[in-house]
């Protein structure tokens, strides 16, 4: 192709801008996030018995995920989502590089931290010990990959600063990253497959009829989404060019999806309870009542037979009974484990 033809396309580019759709996706997205944390801190302290280790991590991971989403949104005042050419001081790139140094870092951190909380969730609901190792095992994995990823991010130049030196005038090198993307991604996807496969099989054993079985399943298989919205987003790995202001906004869009997907599933079982209470109309409207089915679990000597979360006061209630509410009030039986 002609150069001179290659310059007019890159000009016409150049007056392109995705700074609005940038905005957009990571305000709404951090609204939802949010939304599903604040219903799930409401439900535990007000409506249960407190928090717990997998809402800590999971209050960790909003955290994370907010510092992400704002400084995605800040890196628009420093040339992110226009191209590359339209901005005429290095400083400002050097900004922008900074600041996507600091969204590499939060989004690991934000996605292990969410990753910990599903497995800890996990381990409060279902008794036994094969389930036990398995979640811990899972979490160890998680912990060391992602401890792993940021020391290859953090020192993928020597020295660090040059990272984010535009004007290349820092003596040193950097590291092509795109294979440790690839494989990375490779890892994460199946910790992810792995995360969200982990309850199937103490759901199918469930003492519950098919309807609320299969409405249980749906619900835990709703962490399938987050699986693909990682796909998605690796599909833009290989489209870094050297208009990256530009061609990171699909990527880094996809992360933000990703981590703020995660998130307001991990919360989904928080709305059950909070609508139980103070919307009956609405549950029965929604159908999530659960007439005719026993809601009683067992761990160890501890029978719970039949609890109804309107009939309990919230600082009465024991472990067991808050976990039959937050589950949507199912039978798991130890032994069966």
């Known amino acids: 192709m002609d150069d001179s033809l290659l310059f007019t396309e890159r000009g016409d580019n150049s007056k392109g801008s995705r700074v609005a759709s940038i905005l957009v996706c990571n305000g709404v997205l951090l609204a939802i996030c949010t939304l599903g944390v604040v219903v799930r801190v409401y439900v535990r302290v007000r409506l249960l018995t407190g928090l717990a280790w997998d809402d800590l991590f999971c209050i960790l991971g909003w955290i994370f995920t907010v510092v992400l989403c704002f400084f995605c949104m800040l890196m628009t005042r420093y ?21 996507d140094f600091v969204t590499e870092l939060t989004y690991l951190l934000a996605l292990a931290s969410i990753k910990v909380s599903f497995s800890l969730f996990y381990l409060r609901i279902f008794p036994g010990r094969q389930f036990f190792w398995l979640c811990w095992g899972l979490i160890v994995l998680v912990v060391a990959e992602t401890t792993e990823e940021m020391f290859v991010v953090i020192f993928q130049c020597s020295p660090i600063k ?7 005038t820092v003596p040193g090198h950097c590291l092509s990253l795109l294979a440790f993307y690839y494989i990375s991604f490779g890892i994460r996807l199946a910790t992810d497959i792995a995360l969200f496969a982990l309850p199937i099989p103490p759901l199918l ?5 098919g309807g609320k079985r299969a409405g249980l399943l749906f619900m835990f298989s709703l962490g399938i989404l987050v699986t693909m919205t990682s796909v998605v987003r690796a599909t833009y790995l290989n489209n870094f060019s050297d208009d990256h202001t530009w061609t990171l906004v699909n990527p880094l869009n ?16 928080s709305f059950k309870p909070l609508i139980a209470h103070h919307f009956p109309g609405l549950q029965r409207l929604l159908g999530l009542t659960s007439r005719g089915d026993s809601t009683a679990k067992m761990y160890g000597a501890t029978t719970i037979t039949d609890v109804r979360m309107t009939n309990l ?13 937050v589950t949507t009030d199912v039978l798991v039986n130890e032994e069966d484990q």
């Open 79 to 99: 040339g992110y989502g226009r191209h590359i050419g339209t901005i005429t001081k290095t400083s400002t790139l050097d900004t922008f590089l900074k600041y």
């Open 162 to 168: 040059k990272a984010w030196d535009a004007s290349g």
């Open 205 to 209: 054993k469930l003492r519950v009829s």
């Open 254 to 269: 996809w992360s933000t999806v990703e981590v703020c997907v995660a998130i307001f599933i991990a919360c989904l079982p």
């Open 313 to 325: 006061h919230p600082k009465t209630r024991s472990g067991s009974e808050e976990r039959i509410i």
